[in-house]
């Protein structure tokens, strides 16, 4: 349980890091919706994106696992369309909107390891 919230902080620490350095990608509102955008972020990570990359497994295989940055991608345009509240405007910035979730979750994962 611990962990789970681990990923929710880690979520909303990257979406405001994102909104910071990332123009096109905007979440308005306070830390509620971050909160808010994390958690949802985290629930889509659980649920859906184990069952994309069982269905595009042929996928990662022949790209040697790049094909999962495709799927992080479509996890975060779900975010964004699911959430009234984030929105990226264009694919430059859920590209480097990725890139950058991606680098800040790394690092709250190892922190939850420890922990």
Known sequence: MLSFIIRIIGNAVALYVAFLLVPGFVVSGSWEQYLIAGLILALLNLIVRPVLKIISFPLILLTLG??????NILILWLLAYLVPFVAIEGFIALVWTTIIVSIVNLFFSLVAKIV
């Not at 790049?66 to 799927?71: E, K, N, Q, Y």
């Open 66 to 71: 790049l094909f999962t940055f495709i799927i």
